[in-house]
């Protein structure tokens, strides 16, 4: 291991210590590589799967695994109305495991998460049985300001380039405040507890992954 992977294999312990306290649970890979074969030995077969817009969960190559394996996913890209889109999310919030990211974690184990439609905080907040969060290195914050800080001056801009919205901050890099149309800044939630222990699980991977 570098230096680098050693001081977040040290801090990704107490992360997830804070993360019991709050009722979720917190796992710790060394690389993306191992994510997928614990999730290969641990995914039912036949579970119903579905997952939220995560370069997190392509980069890991859990996307790959997810749609290479024997489960019954449910794709929000397979909508091709309004209509059916809607179907297709009323039955993501039934899902056995929902996949996401989140765009910052506190080392006192607090998600932040900023969203546009609100689809994907909605499902983190209630719905599928499981929800597992795949959580780069990167994606780590001192304090809940600096992650918010964080997922409106880095994780948006980056955002709003790869989905080519027209936002101020798409051009300036750093959050506008915007009330723009193309705005995926709608939604900012802060996920401090379950109250379903277990329901929330955390995998942070000693890589920088996503935005």
């Known amino acids: 291991m570098t230096p680098k992977e ?4 040290t801090l990704a312990v107490g992360i997830i210590k804070n993360l019991e306290i709050r009722g979720m649970e917190g796992y710790y890979f060394d690389n993306s590589k191992l994510l997928c074969n614990y999730l290969k030995e641990t995914l039912p077969e ?9 370069e997190s969960v392509k980069e890991s190559g859990v996307m790959e695994l997810l749609k290479t394996g024997n489960y019954a996913l449910i794709d929000r890209a397979d909508a091709r109305t309004a209509e059916e889109a809607r179907e297709i999310y009323s039955r993501t ?3 056995d495991y929902y996949f ?9 184990g607090e998600l932040i998460n900023i969203d546009g439609n609100g689809n994907r905080i909605a499902c983190l907040a ?6 597992c969060l ?3 290195r990167n994606k780590v914050a001192v304090s809940l300001e600096d ?6 001056n880095i994780a948006a801009p980056a955002n709003v380039k790869r989905l080519h919205k027209q936002t101020p901050c798409q051009t300036t890099g750093r959050c506008g405040n915007c009330f723009s149309s193309d705005c995926i800044c709608s939604h900012l939630v802060i996920t401090r507890h379950s109250s379903h222990k277990g329901r929330i699980q955390v995998y942070l991977v000693n890589e920088d992954l996503g935005y």
């Open 6 to 9: 050693e001081a977040f294999a």
């Open 46 to 54: 036949e579970a119903v799967i579905s997952w939220g817009g995560s």
């Open 93 to 95: 919030v039934m899902a």
């Open 100 to 108: 996401m990211s989140a765009n910052a974690i506190t080392m006192d």
């Open 126 to 131: 209630q719905g599928p049985s499981h929800v």
């Open 134 to 136: 795949i959580v780069g």
């Open 147 to 152: 992650a918010v800080l964080r997922s409106r």
